[in-house]
Nanobody
Framework: QAQFVESGGGLVQPGGSLRLSCAAS???????IGWFRQAPGKEREGVSC????????LYADFVKGRFTISRDNAKNMVYLQMNNLKPEDTAVYYC???????????????WGQGTQVTVSS
C-alpha cells in the first residue's frame, strides 16, 4: 500500500532545532518533493522543495539561512533541518510530491498527513 509519512515534529523553544523526515513507500516519487506548512485558520504556504532528479532546491524567503532540505533518493526519504526556530514557524508541516518544481501547493498531487511543529517558551 502507498504511504507518505512525515515525522520529527514536536515542541521546541525559540532558537531551537528540529529535523523533519518524509518517508515514501509503495509508489514512485514525482519530479519534486516539497515541504509546506499551515497554521490554524491560515493559508497553506510553501517552505522548500527539492528535485528528486538533480537535487536542485528552492526556499521561501522566510526560511532562507535557517532551514535546509536534503534527500536520499535510494531510500525515498526527504528531510528538513530547521534551525533557529521562531514562534511564527508553529504550524503543521506537510510533505508532498508531484511533477512540478516550485512552492505552489496546488501543483502537488500527493500529500502526507502532516506533523505538528510548535515553537514556544
Amino acid at each position: 500500500q502507498a504511504q507518505f509519512v512525515e515525522s520529527g515534529g514536536g515542541l521546541v523553544q525559540p532558537g531551537g532545532s528540529l529535523r523533519l523526515s518524509c518517508a515514501a513507500s509503495g509508489f514512485t516519487l514525482g519530479y519534486s518533493i516539497g515541504w509546506f506548512r499551515q497554521a490554524p485558520g491560515k493559508e497553506r504556504e510553501g517552505v522548500s522543495c527539492i528535485s528528486t532528479r538533480d537535487g536542485s532546491t528552492l526556499y521561501a524567503d522566510f526560511v532562507k539561512g535557517r532551514f535546509t532540505i536534503s534527500r536520499d533518493n535510494a531510500k525515498n526519504m526527504v528531510y528538513l533541518q530547521m534551525n533557529n526556530l521562531k514562534p511564527e514557524d508553529t504550524a503543521v508541516y506537510y510533505c508532498a510530491t508531484g511533477d512540478y518544481y516550485g512552492l505552489l501547493s496546488d501543483e502537488y498531487a500527493y500529500w502526507g498527513q502532516g506533523t505538528q511543529v510548535t515553537v514556544s517558551s
